[in-house]
């Protein structure tokens, strides 16, 4: 609103100049150090989950040793938990089990909040009303009543927490969307499209979809920080993954009762890897959303 | 105004009643056995059968759904797996201790997150404003889990400032169990309101009337403070009243790790028992709540910003 007429001018000069609005963010995001350097951190973790999953990394994390509750030593970093297993070791396989909550919700939840927003935005009429109001129904249960109510219903285990959080987050990704097919389906390139003969289907799903396809992107890097916090929560509630497995949630649920006994190590372990994996996430996140806005673009 | 105001309650019907399909195929259809979970393995035959009649289970489906329905338009939802209590009654019993907690809670987070993000847009792109940034960032990268944990470590258990937990109902005494959980609340929340805020005040710094406003040759202050807060009360407003339904169940950690008996603790130990009719209960009256809630931030901030139309 608050840029001119000569702002608009110039977007379009850019635009036309032959710099697709992909190139364009990625030339923006390379000036934002910030985000470089939190994109790297993002895919060290992404490396060390990938090595304690092939077993390189940590593979001594559920070796029982002799020594229960031994405090941060040379041998063990963050010292071992009450069976004596390396908490460092944990902590690593931690990363796994986080990254892979953050990425099997997302597959559960980016297609259905894609493909009801696009339907709903693109068809418009009964099928919009059905799906606003299905949508309203969803979202109006609060998040962890949804998700007690769901892992109620399927049990304790880290499927039940893919799928229970994966099936209560997509619905502000499905608003989002189906704003954006309204606008977008009645615009040129669309009705061109359909002009030389496009399926609704290829006019929605080639045509559209790449257009908002920032929006899903952007909407992933959120999704992971809320299902690593929430996860921590449902291991709490007695909710989240199974006892033994070792996730930072089940590690700071632990340490409400090591607390008091002086077992510090547990939670500053877990809590540290959290911390640089979602400061991470945000600031990428950040950067990520000024460089993919076009609102943005000439600032 | 309201005719529009009739026409959304009017809209609540079809939602409700949405909730009240979707919690009834969560629990009863997908769910499985409740039997089995109340009666543990050791029922015989005979006993699960009596048990399944007593609790309405053999019936069909659309009967039972009736039947709920019944307990939602009512508020009678029948008593407590676990402790056998009216679970109306203690829905009302745990209202108390949580509006307790969470109305002044959220108040002293907002008034403290609107003082500090006009301070931040005040001092915008100075030190201050970088290092409260970073402060609130590093903030919402720690779990709820982990503040409570440490909070009530530190200030309760190692310095004895607070009750380590429990909860006294007595109108005064209550406050002492109530400060430390309070204190959490405000920290954990803060970080993330003050961030969100301060992108909605900075967003009207750049409009038009902004200009016209210093041009005029007010302070900066009163540009803040009467113009530009003014106008970001629309997206500030939205954001509150969306919290306003968590304000029932989003104590839910710091209720249950202080051992306070308001709702949020009610649902722990409901979790943890598998207490079935408990949470079907507070499923739904958590949704009619923020159905509710999403309602009065819509109202509220048609009244604030004169553009909202009614359509």
Redesign the interface.
Known sequence: ??TGTTATVEQNQVSSAGVSLWSDAYRRFKKNKLGVVCFFIICGYVAIALLTWLGLLGADFSVNGPDSYAAPSSSHWFGTDIFGRDVFARGLHGTRIALSIGLATSFIAIPIGVTLGAIAGYFGGLVDDFIV??Y???????D???I???????GRGISTVYISIGLTTWVSLCKLIRTEFMKHKRRDYVQSAMAIGASHKRRMFLHILPNVFHIILVNLSVRFITAI?ME??LS????GVEPGQPSW?IM??D??LE??RGVWWG?TCA?IF???L??AF??FNDALREALDPKLRNK | MLAYVARRLLYLI???F??T???FV??NV???DPVYQKMGKHGSEAEIKILRHELGLDRPLPEQYLFYLKQCVTFNFGRSWATNQNITDMLTAGIGPSMSLSIPAFFITIVLSILLSILIVFFRNGLMDKLLQVFC??G???????YV??GQ?FFA?KWGMFPISGYDSGWDSRWQFLALPMIIWVAVSIGYEVLLYRSAILEEV???YVRTARAKGLTEKVVLLKHVLKNSLTPIITSIMMEV??LI??A??LE??FGIPGLGGM??QA??N?D?PV??A??FI???L??LA?LASDLLVSLVDPRVEFN
Not at chain 2, 140 to 146: D, G, M, N
């Open positions: 609103m608050s109001w299905f309203n129904v969803v979202e109006s249960i609060p962890i009543l949804k007690i109510a769901l892992g109620y219903a399927m916090k921590v929560v709490y509630l007695g909710l949630g700071i649920d340490a409400k607390m008091a939670l809590s959290m911390f640089f979602i400061l945000t600031l | 079809p939602v409700i949405g909730v399909i979707l919690t969560l629990f997908v769910g499985g960032i590093a919402t990268c720690i779990s709820v889990l982990v944990i440490l470590y258990y750049f409009q038009d339904p968590l169940t989003g839910l950690v249950a790790f649902i722990y979790v943890a598998s079935f949470i079907k507070m499923t958590g949704s009619v923020f159905v999403n």
